[in-house]
Nanobody, 117 residues
């Protein structure tokens, strides 16, 4: 059974930084795209950033230049370094991993990020 587990959320002041981590396990296949989505209260879940196994990345316009996504393929782990955080970044952040072979997408349970003074 595939498990996707996030860590690293919390409360930070505007302008601060946080680093999220996500580990996927339990799959006999490797993972293709891995990424981060977020959902703020009353809003739809949106893509923040994703990365495929060759290192190619994709970012939402709202986080370009502030967030950096990276991954360790050997550990099936993806990271999101978030700098210059703004109150509008406040949301539950979800990790996503797409399993190669089946193309099944798996989600983590989410981690809360709150940006507030």
């Amino acid at each position: 059974q595939v498990h996707v587990v996030e860590s690293g959320g919390g409360l930070v002041q505007p302008g601060g930084s946080l680093r999220l981590s996500c580990a996927a396990s339990g799959s006999i296949f490797s993972f293709g795209a891995m990424g981060w989505y977020r959902q703020a209260p009353g809003k739809q879940r949106e893509l923040v950033a994703d990365i495929i196994s060759n290192g190619m990345t994709n970012y939402a316009d709202s986080v370009k230049g502030r967030f950096t996504i990276s991954r360790d393929n050997a550990k099936n782990t993806v990271y999101l370094q978030m700098n210059s955080l703004k109150p509008e970044d406040t949301a539950v952040y979800y990790c996503s991993a797409v399993q190669l072979g089946t193309l099944q997408r798996y989600w983590g349970q989410g981690t809360q990020v709150t940006v507030s003074s």
